[in-house]
């Protein structure tokens, strides 16, 4: 009996690859726990999911650009967070009333971002790697260029959204938590959703099914792109103004939380619950390592051998 | 003689699957030294893949091989084909578009090495381009990518004459002339013959009978992955060739021929599609209603290009195509299928507009159109919610079919799409193509089996890209369509 | 005019786009810095070509084979903080560090043939482990260069600029070794056609391995040399590696696929970046800006070959 139901058991955790990131979030926060002997077990969760809320943002938009297909990644995002950012704080300039002008600021830079990476891609056809390189070289300039010195506060109703707490959750996750869920919905559901899925199996056998591969394509880069500009904004609300390098760590963390997540890199399928379970696990792992006073030199190695496990593991399967 | 005590080459027992298919059955296939074999046979019969064994690059389930006395065991490679002497032209190109002529020769021997390498490769190409294509216009510096595709296949056949540090027994050419004009394939083929009088062996596969009953010594035919004749090619004719190679429609052609009212559809019905090959000038093609037009001739002049453009055909200025299409593809794996979907998702993605509700897709009546569809063309599986790869390869056409079929278009455009289908699968998508047409729909159908122009309303025959012939029903003769595909050339 | 039969020549054009880069920005420099036309004024400008150039080369062995190396600025990064610290203080483990690295990128080539990982996310992965030991050896810039690294970086060369003879050297061995050798063309063959290679009787993984591993060669004379001139090592004194030597393959006429790429032009074109960097130095462009102006000319240079592809296309 225990074989067979092994077996059962392997064959469903094979289909939902979702659930490796989730137990080893469960395993890195238990050990973190048993160290501290229970102590601050709820606030380590707490802070996980605030933190993993950014994270996650920006991981959906990259998940999405990773599953047209190999080749397909953004990595603009940091560039877009901080200019985004800064856009926003100055537009914004720490007045309730203005809030929404700085908003639709970010938001409009997203939209062009995401225009500029795919118009790259697709009038000069290079590939999305080197497309995005070149505009987050230039985003990131705009970013230091406009955003140099900045030291303004976000508005109060922005930092209080970012910061409030409905019985001890953070209001922020759980928004993010719902647009995840209309995420999820739109890739099993809607046409842009099977579209996306689609070219990333077969980008030819999709324009020969009658799939509108420019239209798809473009879509999902400006939605990564707008993701990214809305993770800027509510980034510089919870941490009391933008700042310039304040992108930096998203990218790799956005690539990461797609990997660990059962995204498959090799295109055409993609998992949401996986995001945030790779998502809080990226940030519990951190917390565990500072708990047992590993050096950051360890902790930057460990980040890298897991990234890489985890594709030797998942990726070659797919091949 | 001594030497010919031994065959150059003898495989015995040659068996390979692919799947649920049988690419070959027990295949014995005997070459002597100095001997030119002709291997004929319809499309999928297995010819592909016996040379894919001789060269290495497929190891077969079960046979044996020998080279002269010597066994060749499991190790069998294209590395230990090479030093055994066996040459392999491949149908697909197999030259590296980056490097130059002399550099594609230098990776095809590693004896190529060394102080001086170059000038070696140079000349060694150079020379036997000269000897087997006089007037070739190709020099080993050429860039590869920067040759038009005729002198890439000779620029590859050269370089599997060329001769360094090991012996040349065998050479496998297939399809060796299809790039090539009339002029430079009777090089070529005279080249073969003095070659072979050398002592050197070679088995030519080509759909060109007339090129086969001249240049072999011995002629093999194939069908359904076995060795079903074979006899010097005196006591061939072309006639007796074609008979042992077999008609692969032979029971559906009686029900196909067509009424009057289906030749009348040229006349009644107004005309849907218009257009003119983007590769090549020639006729226009013209599709009417609720026809089966054919679209033949060699692989690789023009059909699919023309089908393609035929499906963008709204968005380009000289393509008439007034109803809504669909695409067939033939090579399922990367042009038709979606691997990681269901058989359901597989057949629902022609059909969006369809599902549609409130923005979402409405997964009953999903499931239900992939239901009813694989009812309609009896799509063998127990679940629609499997995988499409857990169909064989008939089926996943099948679902391919349901996909154009289910959806709102009205022209549907199939690009051979009965590549490696089982022969029972064929005679059901026969009907359904028939049936669909009396109801209005129409189809443009490129085919390489010149049996399935049978179906056909009308024929249009492809050469380089252009239309040079255009067929009604009873004039689509094989040796109608078969003049027109090849050597007009000196006629023209 | 060699412009003009350029022009009408689209293949020609794109050979020469390199040269006619480099000599752009040299003209801008010449026009604005009169000055810097000298032995000592060109030795200042080019300061950075030599580990510019080196880690290009490196880049542009991992690109023939179809792959991208993202790691390449942290592993700069890690050598040159071998060099200061185990190198400098314990030569045998330092040269041991130094070899363990290298079987890194032969193992990271094996990987990538044998498992079929996308280069990428692999070399992502790896950028966190270099940059994790180059911390851990050195978590505050420091440490001190091998002396005879120190010398050789600082040798006198009459008449021509060191780092110009440095260059043509590496121009010349890189071109002679890929680009002329017999067994270069096996390498670039296995990125233009790898099955036609493979139906040719030679392993990819050979071919794979190879050109990781002298990737990981040149990345490492990279970081040596880069701690040559600077003296002392620093975790993230190559950060921005990465994105030069991918810069300068392709400002080089180097493609992404297709196993297309030129040595000479490699290296001309990583001369043209440390050229444009220290010119935008010297014109005072705000330091703002010139990531962007990277970012613009790396554009400037696609959409050019994507106008000459264009040009090519048309019968």
């Given at each position: ?319 | 003689m001594c030497l010919a005590a031994f065959p150059a080459i003898s495989l015995t027992g040659a068996t390979k699957s692919f799947g649920?298919v049988r690419a070959l059955e027990r295949v014995d296939l005997v070459v002597a030294p100095g001997e030119c074999l002709g291997l004929v046979g319809?499309?999928?019969a297995g010819k592909s893949t016996l040379m894919h064994v001789l060269a290495g690059t497929l190891a077969a389930d079960a046979g044996e091989l020998r080279v002269g006395a010597t066994l060749l065991g499991r190790g069998y490679s294209p590395a230990v084909a090479y030093r055994y002497g066996i040459r392999c032209v491949f ?75 090991t012996p040349l027994r065998l050479v496998i050419l297939d ?24 002592g050197t062996s070679a088995i030519l596969i ?10 072999s010594d011995r002629i093999v035919v194939m069908k359904d992955g076995k060795a079903v004749d074979a006899r ?261 | ?197 493979a139906r040719?009787g ?114």
């Amino acid at each position: 009996m225990m074989p067979e139901q092994m077996i059962r058991w392997a064959r469903w955790a094979r289909s939902e690859p979702w659930i490796w990131s989730w137990l080893a979030t469960l395993g890195v926060w238990l050990a973190t726990i048993a160290f501290t002997q229970g102590r601050g077990s709820g606030e380590v969760l707490t802070a996980a999911l605030v933190f993993a809320t950014f994270t996650v943002i920006v991981g959906l938009g990259q998940m999405m650009v990773v599953t047209l297909g190999p080749g397909n990644v953004d990595l603009s995002i940091p560039g877009t967070i901080a200019l985004a950012g800064c856009a926003a704080m100055k537009l914004t300039d720490s007045e309730n009333p203005l809030l929404l002008v700085g908003i639709l600021a970010a938001l409009g830079i997203g939209v062009a971002v995401g225009m500029f990476n795919y118009g790259l891609i697709r009038l000069l056809r290079i590939p999305p790697i080197i497309a995005t390189l070149s505009t987050s070289f230039i985003v990131q300039s705009a970013a230091i260029a406009y955003g140099r010195g900045i030291r303004i506060k976000p508005a109060p109703m922005l930092a209080d959204f970012a910061t409030a707490r409905i019985l001890g959750v953070p209001v922020l996750a759980m928004v993010v938590a719902l647009g995840s869920i209309v995420i999820g919905i739109a890739l099993a559901r809607s046409r842009f959703g099977r579209s996306v899925l689609a070219i990333g199996q077969n980008m030819r056998a999709a324009r020969l099914a009658g799939i509108a591969v420019d239209r798809t394509r473009f879509a999902t880069y400006v939605l990564s792109a707008v993701l990214a500009s809305i993770c800027g904004v509510v980034l510089s609300g919870f941490s009391g103004g933008a700042a310039l390098d304040m992108g930096d760590e998203y990218l790799l963390a956005s690539i990461a939380v797609v990997v660990i997540g059962g995204t498959s890199v090799a295109g055409g399928k993609a998992n949401v619950p996986g995001i945030w379970g790779a998502a809080l696990f990226m940030y519990l792992l951190v917390t565990m390592l500072n708990t047992f006073g590993a050096s950051p030199g360890i902790r930057l190695i460990m980040t890298g051998v897991i990234i890489i496990g985890v594709i030797l593991v998942a990726g070659g399967e797919e091949q | 003689m001594c030497l010919a005590a031994f065959p150059a080459i003898s495989l015995t027992g040659a068996t390979k699957s692919f799947g649920a298919v049988r690419a070959l059955e027990r295949v014995d296939l005997v070459v002597a030294p100095g001997e030119c074999l002709g291997l004929v046979g319809h499309n999928g019969a297995g010819k592909s893949t016996l040379m894919h064994v001789l060269a290495g690059t497929l190891a077969a389930d079960a046979g044996e091989l020998r080279v002269g006395a010597t066994l060749l065991g499991r190790g069998y490679s294209p590395a230990v084909a090479y030093r055994y002497g066996i040459r392999c032209v491949f149908q697909e190109l197999s030259l590296c578009p980056n490097l130059s002529v002399a550099e594609n020769t230098r990776i095809f021997h590693g004896a190529l090495k060394g102080f001086g390498w170059k000038a070696k490769a140079r000349a060694l190409i150079g020379a036997k381009l000269d000897e087997i294509f006089p007037g070739h216009g190709i020099a080993p510096d050429d860039e590869v990518a920067d040759l038009s595709i005729g002198k890439r296949q000779m620029a590859e056949i050269a370089c599997a004459f060329t001769v360094t540090d090991t012996p040349l027994r065998l050479v496998i050419l297939d399809e060796p002339t299809s790039s090539l004009d009339a002029s430079t394939a009777q090089q070529l083929l005279t080249f073969l013959r003095t070659e072979v009088a050398k002592g050197t062996s070679a088995i030519l596969i080509s759909h060109l009978l007339k090129e086969i009953l001249k240049t072999s010594d011995r002629i093999v035919v194939m069908k359904d992955g076995k060795a079903v004749d074979a006899r010097p090619a005196a006591q061939f004719t072309r006639d007796t060739l074609v008979a042992a190679m077999g008609t692969v429609g032979e029971h559906g052609k009686a029900e196909a021929a067509p009424g009057a009212k289906r030749s009348a559809l040229r006349a009644s019905q107004p005309v849907v599609i218009r257009a003119k090959p983007h590769t090549g000038g020639g006729q226009e093609l013209l599709v009417h209603r609720g026809e089966v037009v054919g679209l033949a001739g060699l692989a690789g002049h023009g059909q699919t290009r023309m089908l393609l453009q035929l499906f963008d055909g709204g968005r380009l200025a000289d393509t008439t195509v007034s109803e809504p299409v669909a695409f067939i593809a033939g090579d399922r794996q990367t042009d038709g299928v979606f691997p990681l979907w269901s058989i359901a998702r597989n057949i629902s993605i022609g059909s969006f507009a369809t599902l549609l509700s409130g923005g979402l897709l409405n997964i009953q009546k999903e499931d239900a159109l992939a239901q009813s569809w694989r009812d309609k063309i009896g799509i063998r599986t127990p679940d629609i919610g499997n995988p499409i790869l857990s169909l064989s390869g008939g089926n996943q056409q099948k679902a391919l079919f349901a996909r154009a079929l289910a959806s709102l278009a009205r022209i549907v455009l199939m690009d051979d799409p009965m590549r490696g289908v089982d022969v029972g699968t064929k005679q059901e998508v026969y009907e359904l193509i028939r049936a669909e047409a009396e109801a209005g729909r129409t189809f443009v159908w490129y085919t390489t089996e010149l049996d399935e122009l049978a179906y056909c309303d009308h024929t249009y025959v492809f050469r380089n890209g252009a239309i040079v012939a255009g067929l009604g029903q009873a004039e689509a003769t094989e040796e109608r369509v078969l003049a027109s595909s090849f050597h007009e050339d000196s006629a023209a | 005019m060699i412009g003009l039969t350029a022009v009408s020549n689209p293949k020609l054009l794109r050979s020469i786009l390199p040269a006619l880069s480099l000599a752009l920005v040299l003209g801008a420099i010449f026009i604005k810095l009169p000055t810097a036309m000298s032995y000592f004024g060109l030795n200042l400008l080019l300061q950075y070509a030599v580990p510019i150039a080196l880690a290009t080369v490196a880049q542009m062995f991992v690109i023939t084979v179809n792959d991208l190396d993202l790691s390449m600025g942290a592993y700069v990064g890690l050598v040159a903080c071998i060099g200061a610290t185990l190198l400098h203080d314990n030569p045998p483990l330092g040269v041991l560090a130094l070899a363990a690295c290298l079987a890194a990128y032969a193992v990271m080539g094996a990987a990538v043939q044998l498992r079929g990982l996308p280069s990428i996310v692999l070399t992502l992965g790896m950028s966190f482990v270099w940059s994790g030991f180059a911390v851990l050896l050195l978590s505050t810039p420091g440490g001190h260069a091998p002396d005879w690294l120190h010398n050789l970086m600082a040798l006198p060369v009459p008449v021509v600029p060191f780092p110009i003879v440095a260059a043509a050297v590496i121009a010349c061995v890189v071109e002679l070794g890929l680009m002329r050798s017999s067994f270069g063309v096996i390498l670039r063959g296995a990125g233009g056609n790898s099955k036609a290679v493979a139906r040719a009787g030679w392993s990819l993984l050979a071919a794979k391995v190879a050109m990781f591993t002298l990737a990981g060669v040149f990345g490492m004379l990279a970081g040596l040399s880069l701690l040559g001139l600077t003296g002392a090592g620093d975790a993230h004194i190559a950060d921005r590696y990465t994105l030069y030597s991918i810069a300068g393959v392709i400002l080089g006429g180097g493609e992404f696929v297709g196993g297309r790429v030129s040595p000479a032009g490699a290296v001309l074109g990583a001369l043209t970046l440390a050229l444009a960097n220290s010119f935008l130095n010297f014109l005072h462009i705000s330091p703002d800006w010139q990531i962007g102006a990277q970012g613009a000319i790396l554009i400037l240079v696609l959409a050019l070959r994507a106008l000459i592809g264009a040009m090519e296309r048309r019968p």
